[in-house]
């Protein structure tokens, strides 16, 4: 319980930084578990969250940098994080369509290419330490 | 207020290892779906702190498919706030794009 607990935490910490992918692939590595895909629907939500707060920025005019929001990574992340969410809704409504059971891989893997994308843009324009 | 809220956050981290009936689980897990909204408006950062420990605590034996529902409806939340700043900036820059996708079923 501790362990998965600071797994968790350390997955949420690291959200917006490059090693967020690497700690996914750590808790991922064993089969898809209901309590993997609570840990992927958080991170998703973590991400997402980061996501928001960027949004909430000043659009970049130029003059009012560095801390403003760039219309190019809006337009971006703004689909990015929506796949991410459908994604992580098809994995919950698998876990309560069929309680206990493991996930399936396809959607598993879904979910870890949606992920993938969204933490890509948010390398990119480093909108992960932007708020 | 953000301290404070950390605060709680770790003493509840604390004891989650402790908690193995369901109806303390849920207590907890209620507990925290109703200060969400707070978080929402002033300390935004720690929703996915809060997300976790519900997570930590579903992980437990003693969840419910009720403690399911409560994930959902966080994930609602978080959904919620991103939509809504999604439109102001898509507002302020003269941009759409598609429709945002149905959230989870509660």
């Known amino acids: ?131 | 207020m953000t301290a404070a809220l950390q605060a709680l956050l770790v003493v509840i981290a604390q004891i989650a290892p402790s908690l193995t009936s369901s109806a303390a689980i849920q207590a907890v897990v209620n507990a925290l779906v109703q200060i969400v909204p707070v978080l929402i408006k002033e300390v935004q950062d720690l929703i996915p702190m809060v997300k976790n420990i519900i997570a930590a605590l579903s992980a437990n034996a003693g969840t419910t498919s009720d403690q399911l529902n409560a994930l959902a409806a966080l994930d609602a939340q978080c959904d919620a706030a991103f939509e809504a700043a999604a439109a102001a900036a898509e507002a302020e820059d003269g941009t759409s794009t598609s429709a945002p996708p149905t959230p989870p079923a509660q």
Not at chain 1, 63 to 69: E, I, L, S, T
Not at chain 1, 73 to 100: K, W
Request: charged share 15%.
């Open chain 1, 1 to 131: 319980m501790k362990l998965r607990f600071l797994l968790i935490a350390a997955v949420v910490a690291l959200a917006g930084c490059t090693q967020l992918q690497n700690a996914w692939e750590a808790a991922t590595s064993a089969p898809v578990s209901p309590t993997l895909v609570i840990v992927g629907g958080n991170t998703v939500d973590a991400l997402e969250a980061t996501a928001t707060n960027y949004l909430k920025l000043p659009k970049c005019t130029g003059k009012n940098g560095p801390v403003c929001r760039s219309v190019a990574a809006t337009a971006q992340i703004i689909p990015a994080v929506r796949s991410m969410r459908v994604a992580r809704n098809n994995l919950e409504q698998f876990l309560r369509d069929h309680p206990g059971q493991l996930a399936p891989q396809g959607l598993y893997d879904a979910l870890k290419a949606a992920m993938q994308t969204t933490q890509d843009i948010i390398a990119q324009y480093n909108i992960g330490a932007s708020k």
